[in-house]
């Protein structure tokens, strides 16, 4: 039971930070892909040494693009 918690602990926080990487690659607006695929590199180097496999973290940054992508349409949408 404990080793699920600590694994989980670890999903969610290499969620926050793609999360906050995401937020900090926004600027005006417009998101800075570059900025953001530099963070990831360093995220992922991170997280694979926490045992994260390569294809469970790029889901973790799909859905964190795509739910800010979703967002942002909704709000434009919104504003129309």
Same mark, same amino acid.
């Given at each position: 039971?404990?080793?699920?918690?600590?694994?989980?602990?670890?999903?969610?926080?290499?969620?926050?930070?793609?999360?906050?990487?995401?937020?900090?690659?926004?600027?005006?607006?417009?998101?800075?892909?570059?900025?953001?695929? @530099?963070?990831?590199?360093?995220?992922?180097? @991170?997280?694979?040494?926490?045992?994260?496999?390569?294809?469970?973290?790029? @889901?973790?940054?799909?859905?964190?693009?795509? @739910?800010?992508?979703?967002?942002?349409?909704?709000?434009?949408?919104?504003?129309?």
């Amino acid at each position: 039971m404990e080793l699920r918690l600590l694994k989980d602990a670890i999903v969610d926080h290499y969620r926050d930070e793609i999360h906050s990487l995401y937020s900090r690659s926004c600027h005006y607006g417009l998101f800075n892909a570059g900025e953001f695929d @530099s963070g990831v590199t360093e995220i992922w180097t @991170s997280a694979k040494g926490h045992g994260l496999s390569r294809e469970f973290f790029n @889901s973790l940054v799909e859905y964190e693009i795509n @739910s800010h992508y979703i967002e942002d349409n909704i709000a434009f949408l919104n504003a129309a």
